[in-house]
C-alpha cells in the first residue's frame, strides 16, 4: 500500500463518514456521462458558460434549486458548501443540517455535502446530467473531494493559496499545500478514466482592491502545482476589477502567461480555461442596481472571451438569495450572452507589458526561492511578502502591499511592500494616481474603492 | 476612554469590515482590542474580562451569528458580567429577514444594541449615545 | 413684414391656439435660466447625459412624470407628443385630451402640446428647470415648435427626412424640408438671445436594418440643413445597431464626417454632439430580459463615449411605460454610468474605412445632384433611390435596399438598389455574409433579424 | 382562395408587422389587399365593398386602436357587411391592460376575432380554423 493509499484510508474513516467503496466509484466515474464534465463541455462550446453560485443544507432544498436553474437552461451547476465543513467541522454541520430539516429554516449557509454523503448526492448529479462545479473554501478539503468525485462533482474549485488566504486565519500554510496536493493526485488519477476533471483556481481570492499581478501570479502557481500532480484541465480566474480595460488587459495576460509558464515546467497537453467572476466585492444595497451591475459584468465576461462566468444575484447585498432569485440571474445572463453580438477585442499594449513584467519578476523571485519543491517556494514566498494579498485575513500575510483606484478605476499599486516588482513598474502605477499627502485622506480613499460599486 | 473589545464571530472570515472597524472606534477615540475574524464567543468574553471591557462588539457577515450567539446569555451569568455593553452587527441571518424580528432575537440573547444591516457610522452613533445616557 | 414674418403670423393662428405674444416669448427666452438650455449642460458635462421617452395626455400627469424623473436625478427631461399632433390633427387630439381628463384613462401617447399651449406648459418647464428635449415625428412641426420653444423647450429634435421617412406614409417630401427650414429659422433666431437652441438629428429611423451609412449620411444632411440656416447647436445620433462594434464604428465614423461636411461647407463655429438611442427595434416580451438590454445598450453608450442616450424602458414591448418604471429605467441607467469606469476606445479600420467611404459616395452623389438647393438636392435623392431607408413607410421611399445581418450581428448591404455604392464595398459587404439561394430562407432570415433581441 | 383586406389603422405608421402580415397571408394562400399603414375606417370598408373582401384584418401598434375602431359597428351596419369576418390584432391599448377586458371590448365593437399581443401566426391559425367552421 502506497503512502498515498494509506492517507486516503485514514481520511475516508470519519464518524460522520459512510464507508468509501472505492472499485464502485471508480467504476461509476469510468462509465459515467460525459455531459457530467465540464471539461467535456468546454471543448464543445463556443459562448461563454453560465454558472451560479448555490447551496442549501438540504438535499430537498438543494434538489429544487437545481430544478430551477435546469429551467434557466444552465451551464453548470454549482454546489456550494458551507461553512463549518469548510473548517472541517462536521459536528456543527451536523447540528446545523439537522436543526435545518427540523424547522424549515436554513442554518447552513451551503450544501454540508460530507455530511450528506456521495451515495445520497450522486443521485442528484446523475438526476440532472449537467456539470456541477464544486465551491467551498477549505484548507483541507480531502476528505471534501473524495466525496465531490465519487458524487459525480467533476469540477473542483480553489487551491492552497486562494482557498486559504482569503478564508482562513489560523490554518498553516504548508498544511494546506499538502492536502491540496492530495486532491490534485486523486484529480489527476481519476481524470485517466474518462474526461478529464477540471481544477479551477479562485482568482478573486479577498475581492477587495487585489491588484492584478497578485492574482495572476496566484493563478499561476496553483495551476503549475495542479499541472505538475498530472492534472490535464485546469481554469485560471479572476473577477471584475472596476475598469474594463483592466479586466481586458487581465484576461490577455493571464492566457499568455499560463501559457508561457506550463510549458516553461515542460506541460504542453493540458486545456486551459479562463473564468471571470462578476463583480465580487461590496454589493449595492439597491436590487435594481444590482441586476444593472450584474449585467456589465455579464457584458464584460463576453468582451474579455471568458469561457466561463461565474454569476452573482440581486440579493447579494441581503444574504443567501432564493432559488428562484438565483435562477432568474442565470436566465438574465443567458439572455445576454444571447443577444450580445459582434464584440470587439480589446487590446493595451502599455497595460499589458507593464503588467507582464509584474508578473514575471515575481515569478521569477518565487522560482529563485532556495526550496526544493515548488510548493515550497511559494509557502516560504507568502512567508517573507514576496506574494502579499490584501485584505487576508491570514496570520501569514504580510498585508503591506497597498491599492488605490486611479480614475479610471483601475487598481494601482501605491505600496510594494516586499514584493519584488522593479522600480519602472512601481512608478509606472504611481503614476496613474494623484496621491495626497494626509494619511487619512487615502484612508477615506480606500474606503471609497471598497464601495466602489455602491450607490 | 471606553475600552471595547471587537472582532468577527464564528466561522466567518469576512474581514473588511472588521479592518475599518478598527480603524473608525481608534478615530472615535475607543481603545480597541481587535481579535479578527474567525473568533469564538468564548474567546471573546476572556479577553473583556481580561481587559475589562466597557464594550464588546461584535460583527458577523456571513449568515451564522445566530448559532453562535444563543449561548451569551449563559456566558453572561457566569461571568457575571452586568456593566458591559453587549453589541451585535453586520448581516445577521441566512437569507433576507425583517428587521424587527430580528432584533428581538439578539436582544432576548442579551445584546444591548443590535444593528442588522446597517451603516457602520450609524450604528457606532448609536453605540456612543447609549453609552453616554448609561453613565 | 418678411415673408417669414407672414408665414409665422399665418401658423400660429389656429382654432386651437391661443394668441400668442411673440415680445413676451423673446423676453422669456433672453432672460431663461441655462439650465433649461441642453447646449449648455453639454459644455458643461463629461458623462453621457441620460435621456428617456414620455409623454402624457394631461398636464397634471406629465407633471407627475417630471417629478418621478427629478427624483432619479434626470439630466434631460423628455416632452414626447401624441400621434395626432404629429400628424397636424389637433381637434382629434382635443378630442382624446379631453376624454382623457374626464375619464382618467391615457387616451392619447403622448403630451398634445399645441392643444395645452405655450402659457400652460412653460408653467412645467421653469418648475423643474432641467433642459427638455421635444420629441414628436412631425413632418410639419412648425407650430409645434413655435409652442415648444415659447413654452422653454430648448432642444428639438427631428428632421425633414427623419421625421418623414419613418413616421409617415403620404405627406409630401418637399413641402417637409420647407417647413423644417423655417423651424431650423425660428431656431437660429432664438439661438442669439441666450445659449444657442440644440438640434437634433432622429438617426434611429425605421429602427428595422438600416444600413449605418444610410443612418449616417442622412445625418449629415439633416445637420448641414440645419447649420445653413444658422443654428449652431446639433445634435447627430445613431440606434444601437446590434453589434458592439457596428456602433463604435458608426460612432468614429460619424463624428469625423460631421466635422468634415461642416467645415466643407464654411462652418466652423458650431457644436456637434453624439447621441445614442438604447436598442430601438422590436423588444423582448420579458421585462427581465429587457432591463438587461437596457442595460448592455448603456454599455455601448459609454464604449463609444456618447454625449446623451435616449433610453427605453421593460415596458417597451408592452406599451407606454407607467412613470415609476420609466424613472426607474433613468435611475439604473445613471447607476450603470457612474460606476462603469476604465472604458477602452474601440476602433475597427476596416470596418471605418469600408463605410466611409459609402458614406462619400453618397454624399458625392448628393451634391453632384444638377439642383440649385441642398434640400432640392436631397429631395432628388430620396426620390431617385440614392437614400433608401429600409421598412420605411412612405410612397416616395424605394425600400429597394435589402440588408440582412451577418454572424456577429452587423446589418450587411446584399441589395443596394440606387444606392451609389461602389462595387468594392458592396462586395465588403456581400462577403460578410454567407447568402442563401433560396428566396424563402432570405425571407425568414431578415424576419429572425427583426426579432434578434427577442427571448 | 379568401380575399383579405389589411392594413394599420388610423395614425399608426407601424409598418413592420404590416409587411410581415402581408407576407404571410400570401403564404397561406390569400388574396391579400395591403392598405398599408395610415389607413382609416372608412378606407377600408370601402376597400372590403369594393374587393368583396372575405376578411378585414387590421392591425394596430402605437396604442390608439381604440379610438378608431368605435364606429366599426355603424359602419357594418350602414353598409350591410353581415358575412365579413372581423379581425383586428397588434398592441391594443396604451399602456397595459388585461386580455380579457380588451377582448370583451372589441368584439362589443363588432370584431370577430382579437389578437392582443398574440404572435402573428397564432392569430392566423385562429382566423383559419374561425373561417373553416364559419363555411
Ligand atoms: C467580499 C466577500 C467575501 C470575500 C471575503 C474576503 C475576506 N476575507 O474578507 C470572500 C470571497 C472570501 C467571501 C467568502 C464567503 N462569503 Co462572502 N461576501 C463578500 C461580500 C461580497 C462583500 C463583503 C465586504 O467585504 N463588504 C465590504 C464591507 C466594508 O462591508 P460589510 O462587510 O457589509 O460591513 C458593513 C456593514 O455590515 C457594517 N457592519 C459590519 N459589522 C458591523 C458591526 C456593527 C456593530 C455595525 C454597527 C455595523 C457593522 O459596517 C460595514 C461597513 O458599512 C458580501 C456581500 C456584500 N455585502 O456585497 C458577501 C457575503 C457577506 N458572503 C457570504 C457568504 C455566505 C460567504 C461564504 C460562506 C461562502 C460563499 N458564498 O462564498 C464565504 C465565507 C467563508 C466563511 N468562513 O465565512 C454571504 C453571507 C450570507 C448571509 N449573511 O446570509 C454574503 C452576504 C453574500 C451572499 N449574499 O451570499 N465573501
Ligand atoms: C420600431 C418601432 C417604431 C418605429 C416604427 C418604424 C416603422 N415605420 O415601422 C418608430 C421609431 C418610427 C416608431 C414610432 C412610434 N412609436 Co413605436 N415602436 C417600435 C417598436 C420598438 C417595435 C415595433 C416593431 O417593428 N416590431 C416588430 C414587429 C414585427 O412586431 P409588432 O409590431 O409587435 O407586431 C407583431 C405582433 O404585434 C403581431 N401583430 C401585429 N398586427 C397583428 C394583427 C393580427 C391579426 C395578429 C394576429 C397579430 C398581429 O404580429 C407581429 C409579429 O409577431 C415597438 C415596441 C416593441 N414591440 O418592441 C414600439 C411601439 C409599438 N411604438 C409605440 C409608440 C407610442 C410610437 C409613437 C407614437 C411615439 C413614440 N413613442 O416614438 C410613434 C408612432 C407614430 C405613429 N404615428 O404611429 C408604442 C405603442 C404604445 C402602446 N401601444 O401602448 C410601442 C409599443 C413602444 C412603447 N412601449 O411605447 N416606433
Redesign the interface.
Given at each position: 500500500m502506497t503512502l498515498h493509499q494509506k492517507e486516503r484510508q485514514i481520511i475516508v474513516k470519519n464518524q460522520y463518514v459512510d464507508s468509501f467503496d472505492f472499485d464502485e466509484i471508480e467504476e461509476f466515474i469510468r462509465s459515467a456521462s460525459k455531459d457530467l464534465f465540464i471539461s467535456h463541455k468546454f471543448k464543445n462550446s463556443d459562448t461563454t458558460l453560465v454558472q451560479p453560485r448555490g447551496g442549501f443544507p438540504t438535499y430537498q432544498k438543494q434538489f429544487e434549486l437545481y430544478e430551477e436553474f435546469e429551467k434557466a437552461d444552465i451551464d453548470v451547476m454549482p454546489l456550494t458548501i458551507d461553512?463549518?465543513t469548510?473548517?472541517n467541522?462536521y459536528g456543527?454541520a451536523k447540528k446545523?443540517l439537522d436543526l435545518s430539516e427540523a424547522n424549515e429554516v436554513?442554518?447552513?449557509?451551503g450544501y454540508p455535502l460530507v455530511n450528506h454523503g456521495y451515495r445520497t448526492t450522486r443521485k442528484m448529479t446523475t438526476h440532472f446530467n449537467r456539470p456541477v462545479s464544486l465551491r467551498h473554501g477549505t484548507p483541507d478539503a480531502r476528505l471534501l473531494i473524495e466525496t465531490a468525485l465519487a458524487s459525480g462533482i467533476f469540477e473542483i474549485e480553489g487551491g492552497p493559496i486562494t482557498y486559504l488566504l482569503?478564508?482562513?486565519?489560523?490554518f498553516p500554510l504548508d498544511k494546506a499545500f499538502l492536502y491540496w496536493k492530495y486532491v490534485e493526485r486523486v484529480c489527476a488519477d481519476y481524470s485517466r478514466l474518462n474526461e478529464p476533471i477540471n481544477r479551477e483556481s479562485f482568482g478573486p481570492l479577498?475581492a477587495?482592491l487585489v491588484p492584478p499581478c497578485v492574482t495572476i501570479v496566484i493563478q499561476l502557481l496553483e495551476m503549475l502545482l495542479s499541472l505538475e500532480e498530472g492534472v490535464k484541465s485546469f481554469s485560471v480566474s479572476f473577477a471584475q476589477?472596476?475598469?474594463?480595460?483592466?479586466?481586458?488587459v487581465m484576461a490577455n495576460v493571464i492566457r499568455k502567461m499560463a501559457d508561457f509558464y506550463a510549458k516553461k515546467i515542460g506541460i504542453e497537453d493540458a486545456t486551459i480555461n479562463l473564468v471571470y467572476h462578476q463583480w465580487m466585492g461590496?454589493f449595492?444595497?439597491?436590487k435594481?442596481?444590482s441586476?444593472?451591475?450584474i449585467?456589465?459584468s455579464?457584458?464584460i465576461a463576453r468582451l474579455v472571451r471568458a469561457d466561463k462566468i461565474i454569476i452573482k444575484t440581486r440579493?447579494e447585498s441581503?444574504?443567501?438569495?432564493?432559488m428562484q432569485c438565483n435562477a432568474?440571474s442565470v436566465?438574465?445572463?443567458k439572455?445576454?450572452f444571447r443577444?450580445?453580438?459582434?464584440?470587439?477585442l480589446?487590446i493595451?499594449e502599455e497595460e499589458e507589458e507593464n503588467l507582464t513584467k509584474e508578473v514575471h519578476s515575481i515569478m521569477e523571485a518565487v522560482f529563485n526561492d532556495s526550496a526544493d519543491t515548488l510548493w515550497r517556494k511559494v509557502f516560504n514566498s507568502i512567508k517573507n511578502g514576496i506574494i502579499d494579498v490584501p485584505?487576508?485575513?491570514h496570520v501569514i500575510n504580510h498585508n503591506n502591499v497597498i491599492t488605490i483606484r486611479d480614475e479610471?478605476?483601475?487598481i494601482r499599486i501605491i505600496e510594494r511592500g516586499n514584493m519584488p516588482i522593479s522600480d519602472d513598474c512601481l512608478t509606472y502605477e504611481k503614476s496613474k494616481v494623484k496621491l495626497s499627502e494626509d494619511k487619512t485622506a487615502v484612508?477615506n480613499k480606500i474606503?471609497e474603492d471598497?464601495g466602489?460599486?455602491h450607490? | 476612554m471606553y475600552k471595547v473589545v471587537t472582532g468577527v464571530v464564528g466561522n466567518d472570515i469576512h474581514v473588511v469590515a472588521n479592518r475599518l472597524i478598527d480603524i473608525s472606534l481608534q478615530a472615535r477615540g475607543f481603545e480597541v482590542f481587535n481579535l479578527g475574524v474567525n473568533t469564538y464567543l468564548e474567546e471573546f468574553i476572556d479577553a473583556v474580562v481580561e481587559t475589562d471591557a466597557d464594550v464588546l462588539l461584535i460583527s458577523s457577515l456571513n449568515g451564522e451569528a445566530e448559532g453562535w450567539c444563543r449561548e451569551l446569555q449563559f456566558l453572561m451569568a457566569e461571568y457575571e458580567l452586568k456593566d458591559v455593553t453587549f453589541v451585535i452587527g453586520g448581516n445577521l441571518s441566512v437569507g433576507e429577514s425583517k428587521d424587527e424580528d430580528l432584533v428581538k432575537k439578539y436582544q432576548s440573547y442579551g445584546f444591548d444594541l443590535v444593528f442588522h444591516q446597517i451603516e457602520l457610522n450609524d450604528g457606532l452613533d448609536q453605540l456612543e449615545e447609549f453609552l453616554g445616557k448609561k453613565s
Open positions: 461553512s463549518h469548510r473548517l467541522d456543527s446545523m436554513d442554518m447552513l449557509n482569503p478564508y482562513s486565519k489560523n479577498t477587495t476589477s472596476g475598469s474594463v480595460t483592466q479586466d481586458a461590496a449595492p444595497r439597491n435594481e442596481f441586476d444593472s451591475l449585467n456589465s455579464s457584458f440579493d441581503f444574504g443567501i438569495p432564493t432568474q436566465a438574465n445572463t439572455y445576454t443577444v450580445l453580438k459582434g464584440l470587439p480589446i493595451d485584505f487576508s485575513p479610471h478605476s483601475n484612508i474606503i471598497i466602489v460599486m450607490e | -
